[in-house]
């Protein structure tokens, strides 16, 4: 399969002149676009490693860039800006800043786990898309994209109780987005759902969603998983120098340091 | 083929969330087609979520804890040998468990952390099989025991057979697919196009058998899904498809969300229908519309059933 990566080339870096004669010869013109060249100094030295230390960036090392992710993404063939081998070059070489300017987008990855079945290294691209998402939360560089506010309403329902209740997700997630239930597309869901339910089914559901659902006994299990998310919070805080950051920050600042 | 035909007779029966909500015609449908065709389904004793597409962004080790509390009731609690999940999340998540569980001794030792302190028996690989809805039809009964059943044949229903991304992606944790005649494969799925088949079923040659829906992100990323699930429906009514067999409630119900949203927000409108491949099997095998959950679909498919006199 051809690579198709037309988006590496931004538009900001490509110049078009009216009048343009270089050495006695015209160039002016679409056609006789000028990538402006630059230098690249600010590298973070230690992105491969902190992205590493996070959940799914495990294997991002081992990548030899053969494109195979990018040409297998579902996301990629809706948004060539979607570009997830490029985005591994950019960790892999610590050109945090270059990374930073697809920072919105990265969240979007639909885990289908085509580019890791395709990927002949193992580098699971997929873990390295939502390790990416994730650091890029903690690092301060994007707010909570929508996916992470649904995994925690989902995650935080299943560690609660063992359980889903699916009407109680779906609105946990639209009021912590600030989104309305009563969207045009949703009542008309609805309205399909109920046109041939049953009543016994639907009082269940009815019921379900007001006394939600719960394994028996499930307090040890959600104390003992609880303590370890904590542990393993506070370890990618400390792979990612976290405290330290908010211990300059506050020097800087003046403020009194904690002891 | 019939490969198992003993083993897969009793198994044990892990439904999952989803199943006792909005996939609600998949468990009614899964269990009336077992005993229409004499499999015992036991419920796996009060079990829990297996993590979902959502646990692992939070940290994968929990959900395979999740998943291994599951297996662990199973085999120690049940005495159970096979786990049947017909959701492909659930299936996934307990074979990737199983794959971690053999293969990186730091998910062991989470999980056996957490196990002890949550007061179970820590599941150890190789316990139990874990199996899809599927291979416990395909190996127990055949295409050919099927064959022998069918009341009414689908034969004149034309179907996109739909199997999503996690039934197959990724390769390394279904060691048993890929090897050869009569295992199923990853890249070309083709289980639910025999039983269907052997049903009477015209199956379409459907390029997006293995495409994925968008289920991870159906509410926080609505449109990225709209856009994937309306390629599958055109690509399913351009390949001649009047019906599209689903196998996972995420993608059944993501299908039947965003072909309304589709149609409301974009003016796109599909009129492909979509049912569970357990809802086909069971119409065929002579059960009613009603038995098999059909007006428990948002799609709404009992006149177009009934117009080809299976209803």
Redesign the interface.
């Known amino acids: 399969m051809p690579i198709h990566e037309q988006s590496l080339i931004r538009p900001e870096n490509l110049k078009t002149h009216d009048e343009l004669v270089m050495d006695g010869v015209d160039v002016s013109g679409h056609w006789s676009t000028f990538i402006e060249t630059r230098a690249v100094s600010d590298y973070n030295e230690n992105l491969q490693d902190e992205i590493g230390s996070l959940?799914?960036g495990e294997y991002v090392h081992r990548c030899w860039q053969c494109g195979s992710c990018t040409n297998s993404c579902?996301?990629n063939a809706?948004n060539p800006d979607f570009n997830p081998r490029y985005w591994i070059y950019l960790i892999r070489m610590g050109m945090e800043s270059e990374l930073l300017r697809d920072k919105d987008i990265i969240w979007?990855c639909?885990?289908?786990?085509?580019c890791?079945?395709a990927c002949p290294r193992d580098v699971?691209p997929e873990?390295v898309m939502?390790a990416t998402a994730?650091w890029l939360e903690l690092k301060g560089h994007t707010p909570k994209?929508?996916?992470?506010?649904?995994?925690?309403v989902?995650?935080g329902q299943?560690?609660e109780r063992?359980?889903?209740?699916?009407?109680r997700i779906?609105q946990g997630?639209?009021k912590r987005?600030g989104q309305p239930l009563m969207q045009?597309?949703l009542i008309?869901?609805g309205k399909?759902?109920l046109?041939?339910?049953?009543v016994g089914?639907l009082t269940r559901?009815g019921l379900?969603s007001l006394v939600a659902?719960k394994?028996?006994?499930?307090s040890?299990?959600r104390?003992?998983?609880r303590?370890?998310?904590e542990e393993?919070h506070a370890h990618h805080r400390r792979a990612l120098g976290l405290d330290e950051l908010a211990e300059t920050a506050k020097q800087e600042a003046g403020a009194p340091a904690r002891s | 083929m019939a490969t198992n035909p003993e083993k897969y007779k009793r198994v044990a029966y892990y439904p999952g969330c989803a199943l006792e909500g909005t996939g609600h015609a998949y468990n009614r449908s899964t269990k009336v087609v077992g005993k229409a065709l004499g499999l015992d389904l036991v419920e796996v004793k009060n079990w829990n979520c297996c993590g979902a597409m959502e646990v692992k962004n939070i940290d994968p080790k929990i959900q395979t804890y999740l998943s291994s509390r599951v297996m662990s009731i199973a085999a120690n609690e049940m005495g159970m040998d096979t786990v049947m999940a017909p959701c492909n999340g659930c299936y996934h998540n307990l074979k990737k468990a199983e794959y971690d569980l053999k293969h990186d001794p730091k998910s062991g030792e989470v999980v056996d952390r957490l196990s002890k302190k949550a007061g179970h028996a820590t599941y150890q690989a190789g316990q139990v099989d874990t199996i899809h809805a599927l291979d416990w039809i395909k190996d127990s009964i055949g295409e050919e025991g099927l064959r022998e059943r069918v009341r009414n044949s689908l034969a004149g229903v034309k179907v996109a057979n739909y199997y999503g991304c996690m039934y197959t992606r990724p390769r390394h944790i279904f060691p048993e697919k890929d090897q050869g005649e009569g295992s199923e494969s990853t890249s070309k799925p083709h289980f639910m196009d025999d039983l269907l088949a052997a049903a009477g079923a015209e199956n379409v040659d459907f390029p997006l058998k293995t495409a994925c829906c968008g289920g991870a992100h159906t509410l926080s990323d609505s449109d990225t899904s709209t856009k994937l699930v309306l390629n599958i429906l055109n690509a399913a009514e351009a390949a001649g498809a009047e019906v599209i067999a689903t196998e996972c409630p995420t993608c059944h119900s993501g299908l039947e969300m965003h072909q309304v949203r589709a149609e409301k927000k974009f003016g796109k409108r599909t009129s492909v229908k979509i049912v569970y491949f357990t809802q086909l099997l069971g119409l065929a095998l002579g059960l009613s519309p009603r038995q098999v959950g059909l007006h428990e679909n948002v799609s709404d498919s009992i006149g177009f059933f009934k117009a080809k006199g299976l209803a």
């Open positions: 959940p799914g579902t996301v809706i979007q639909v885990s289908c786990n085509k890791t079945y699971v873990g939502k994730h994209s929508p996916s992470m506010h649904f995994d925690e989902f995650s299943v560690i063992g359980k889903i209740e699916e009407g779906i997630f639209f987005t045009d597309w008309e869901m399909r759902m046109r041939n339910l049953p089914l559901m379900a659902p394994t028996e006994g499930w040890r299990a104390d003992a998983i303590e370890y998310a393993q």
